[in-house]
């Protein structure tokens, strides 16, 4: 442990909480709020010298903190210049709160849709149940319960990810990531009931991909599918300080990496790898990298998306003890990337040598942990309610509840400013598929959508 307190001792004190006043609420008084609060201030407050964001333009010279190896070999790898479009926005002009639109839910961990044109929402509990909310009422009867087979125990254990793929109302499945009794990532698909396209089939699982883990946290857990068809999973280091296990460098491992693998063309095998993933042909440093890799050099990339515009994937990566930061990769990208972890923490370097910007891909934003605990990536905003807001990426903190929005200003510069303090434990972003952004919280167990303040 590190620091003191690290970003899982925070999610401690928010899952003891949820625990507390869910189980004995006539015990919950002010005294118990009040020992929550100077928890939060030891443990998530803890960390670097910045409490707000800065950007690839107002970052720090970077500084060489000798808590790595020095004998890091420099890394090799394409660089990617980003490259978004230019947005005008003046952050004054918008003004945005978070709206209930249910509750009642235990532990919330993310929101989606189906892209069924249904309008339904997708609401994962990270107890292993699928929520389903239809003309704005949820749905009594889950549309999925696996928790006979969901370790949710660990505070970054549970049900994490869920991803419905183009054409799912053809093909007639979906697919989930979930911790595992063993404490392993399980990635599996399941069938929607034919019958019932509120109900799928608990029996239905298939197993896709499962990765040993050596420790409860950094499980990572997103699912997304990318603009080109394949399903990409985000993994995590694989716990522990300082990359402990040696993964975020190893191109042996698939904890600490961007994996994209094909699972729908020949829904009879697990996956198919991609004939264009970055190191199917080529070695690195000498070395084989597993084929299912598209980039390596991620500490715990919880949230990640595709800007349903462009295609640019975003990604918010949980930093260590001083920094948090989004990583944004354009369209087109061939991948073969190297984000840095453990060799950089934000834009600063914790080793002697191996922080070569032309040799790592740098964050475009960072910030540090006075305040804040752990980073929740969001999306780009592409709906209708605010337009002055479109093409802005979303993003926020777990503990603080701070949502900030970034975007490529006018001059050719990143840009950064908070959107809203909004006090919610902000486990996830969700968007419909009308582009409207969503936000879960895991203590109240609310989700709400981020609307115009009155």
């Given at each position: ?121 997708f ?10 909310l ?55 698909r399941?069938?929607?009931d ?77 996956y ?25 050099g ?47 923490e ?33 999306y ?19 503990c603080?509840?701070v ?52």
């Amino acid at each position: 442990m590190e620091g003191g307190i690290t970003v899982s001792s925070c999610v401690d004190i928010y899952t003891l909480a949820m625990n507390i006043t869910r189980r004995t609420p006539i015990l919950v008084t002010g005294w118990f709020w009040a020992s929550l609060v100077v928890l939060f201030v030891a443990g998530c407050a803890s960390g670097g010298p910045l409490a707000v964001p800065r950007t690839a333009d107002t970052a720090l010279e970077p500084t060489f903190t000798p808590t790595g190896s020095a004998e890091s070999a420099p890394v090799t790898l394409p660089t990617v210049t980003p490259t978004p479009e230019m947005v005008a926005f003046d952050p004054s002009q918008v003004t945005v709160t978070v709206q209930p639109v249910v509750d009642g839910l235990i532990a919330p961990l993310f929101v989606t849709h189906a892209g069924d044109d249904s309008g339904r929402l997708f609401i994962v509990e990270k107890g292993g149940a699928i929520r389903l909310l239809a003309d704005g009422e949820l749905i009594d009867e889950p549309f999925l319960d696996i928790s006979d087979r969901v370790n949710s125990s660990g505070n970054e254990q549970g049900l994490l990810g869920l991803a419905f793929p183009p054409g799912n109302q053809e093909l007639g499945y979906f697919f989930v990531n979930y911790t595992d009794s063993t404490n392993a990532t399980q990635v599996s698909r399941f069938a929607v009931d034919s019958s019932d396209p509120n109900r799928a089939d608990p029996l239905s699982e298939f197993s896709v991909l499962r990765i040993e883990q050596p420790a409860r946290n950094h499980n990572g857990g997103m699912l997304a599918f990318g603009p080109d068809g394949y399903l990409w999973i985000g993994t995590g280091d694989g716990g522990g300080g300082n990359d402990v296990y040696g993964n975020g460098q190893n191109p042996a491992t698939l904890l600490g990496k961007m994996l994209r693998i094909d699972v729908t063309s020949d829904p009879g095998q697990p996956y198919l790898i991609p004939p264009d993933n970055p190191w199917v042909d080529t070695e690195w440093k000498g070395q084989d990298v597993r084929d299912e890799i598209w980039a390596i050099g991620l500490r715990n990339p919880w949230r990640y998306s595709f800007d349903r515009q462009t295609g640019d994937l975003w990604i918010g990566d949980v930093g260590q003890n001083l920094y948090e930061e989004i990583h944004m990769t354009p369209a087109g990208s061939l991948g073969g990337l190297n984000y840095g972890w453990p060799l950089m923490e934000g834009f600063d370097c914790r080793v002697a040598e191996g922080c070569d910007p032309n040799e790592l891909v740098y964050p475009i934003v960072d910030y540090g942990r006075p305040g804040h605990c752990s980073v929740t990536g969001g999306y780009v905003y592409r709906g209708a309610q605010f337009p002055a807001l479109t093409g802005v990426y979303l993003y926020g903190d777990y503990c603080s509840g701070v949502i900030w929005g970034t975007w490529y200003d006018e001059t050719g510069n990143w840009a950064t400013a908070e959107l809203l303090a909004s006090g919610i434990t902000l486990s996830s972003f969700g968007e419909d598929e009308a582009g409207e952004l969503y936000t879960t919280d895991l203590r109240t167990g609310i989700v709400a959508q981020i609307v115009a303040a009155p």
